[in-house]
């Protein structure tokens, strides 16, 4: 009773909500795809942001007066949604560079081949029986 507890504080018990431990590495797998996915996402968005600041700054400047008032506001709302795209751009972007890189597309090549070899573990490990090979009454 006193392993089982210490397996659990150091995380080696899986309980039955995190399943096989290579769900684990498949959602770790997958927060890498995600991350690449969506930063570029977000720089695209981050872009499109920037032209559109351009575009009312052009309409401030070269515009008519009168609507100044509904520029400024849509410019402090377009720098509130680049400001949006730019954080998580900034904070995954260590991740992906790396991942991006040549010696991250290696290293996640090799976890991928490793969450194949896990998965066909566990799915052996899940199936096996023994067969005896001694039989009392003989």
Known sequence: KILKLIEKQRGLMMSKKDGKYSVKLADFLNFIAESIVEYSRHERECKAQEDLTQDILHELELGPADNKNKLATKFKNTRKER??????????????????????????????????AMRKQEQHKQNRYYVPRFKEDQ
Do not use: M, P, W
Not at 92 to 116: D, M, P, W, Y
């Open 83 to 116: 400001r949006i795209h730019k954080d998580y751009c900034e904070i995954h972007e260590a991740l992906v560079l790396f991942f991006e890189s040549q010696e991250g597309k290696i290293i996640r090549n090799r976890l991928t081949e490793i969450l194949g």
